[in-house]
């Protein structure tokens, strides 16, 4: 599968290790396909659209920065990802850099909008948790 990225340049991947959204994630319609592109010796990679090419997310882990992070898949989660058992899940938040000027001066974590990954299938699903105690602009601590 080729992948034309704005950010990457043009790059092959299997087709089997992209991601397929169920769903597309909120704001961006015209992407349901993305693939993984690691940031080297981090904790964090890019989501690149195989749709836009200029459509990338930063994400990592939330488990990482936030360990008491919780998050419940309901049937209807599991069923809309095929998902059989927890091990088969990966869950990941979306980053966004907020400069000042050339400087990165913070970074924070959507944990409303935890996008969760079935690793065999490749399928994913952008959730929308309903938490009075979690937000989209969360610091980024470590």
């Not at 488990?63 to 898949?73: Q, R, S, T, V």
């Not at 990165?104 to 299938?121: K, Q």
């Amino acid at each position: 599968m080729q992948v034309q990225s704005s950010r990457f340049g043009s790059f092959e991947i299997e087709p089997s290790r992209a991601l397929r959204f169920t769903q597309s994630l909120l704001g961006f319609p015209d992407s349901t396909t993305y693939v993984v592109v690691e940031v080297e010796e981090t904790p964090y990679i890019w989501l690149q659209s195989a749709d836009e090419p200029d459509v990338a997310f930063l994400a990592t882990s939330p488990f990482l920065f936030f360990p008491g992070y919780d998050l419940d898949l309901g049937d209807d989660e599991q069923a809309a990802l095929n998902v059989e058992d927890p091990s088969q899940v990966e869950v990941l938040t979306l980053l966004t850099v907020h400069r000042d000027g050339e400087r990165p001066e913070t970074i924070t974590a959507n944990l409303l909008g935890p996008i969760v990954v079935n690793t065999e299938s490749r399928q994913a699903l952008q959730l929308v948790l309903d938490d009075p105690d979690l937000s989209t602009r969360v610091p980024l601590v470590s």
